[in-house]
Nanobody, 128 residues
Framework: RVQVAVSGGGLVQAGESLRLACTVSGLTFDGYVMAWFRQGPGKEREGVSC????????VYSDSVKGRFIISRDNAQNTLYLQMSSLKPEDTAMYYC?????????????????????WSQGTQVTVSS
């Protein structure tokens, strides 16, 4: 059974940093594209970032580009999202998702419908 567990959310002030981690079990982690999504209050779900199996290619939404870094440790079956210079508009529930073995980047990388397994959310709240 595939299990996707996320941790690392919390309450921070604007300008601070936070790191999310996502651990996957039940499948061969390095065989899948991974991604982070978020859903803010009253907003639709938004793709934040994705990363290819080897970590050699990444995609970021315009809203986080230059501030967030996605990475993965295939030996530890773990995906990370390092978030810096956080803004109040980054406040959202963040989700980790397991995708297919490959995706056309960047056009399809952040399409939620292409991801099969999802974590529970972790809340990130940024105060001004």
């Amino acid at each position: 059974r595939v299990q996707v567990a996320v941790s690392g959310g919390g309450l921070v002030q604007a300008g601070e940093s936070l790191r999310l981690a996502c651990t996957v079990s039940g499948l061969t982690f390095d065989g899948y594209v991974m991604a982070w999504f978020r859903q803010g209050p009253g907003k639709e779900r938004e793709g934040v970032s994705c990363i290819t199996r080897s970590g050699g290619s990444t995609v970021y939404s315009d809203s986080v580009k230059g501030r967030f870094i996605i990475s993965r440790d295939n030996a530890q079956n773990t995906l990370y999202l390092q978030m810096s210079s956080l803004k109040p508009e980054d406040t959202a529930m963040y989700y980790c998702a397991v995708g297919p073995s490959s995706l056309l980047m960047p056009s399809r990388g952040l399409q939620a419908a292409l991801y099969d397994y999802w974590s529970q959310g972790t809340q990130v709240t940024v105060s001004s």
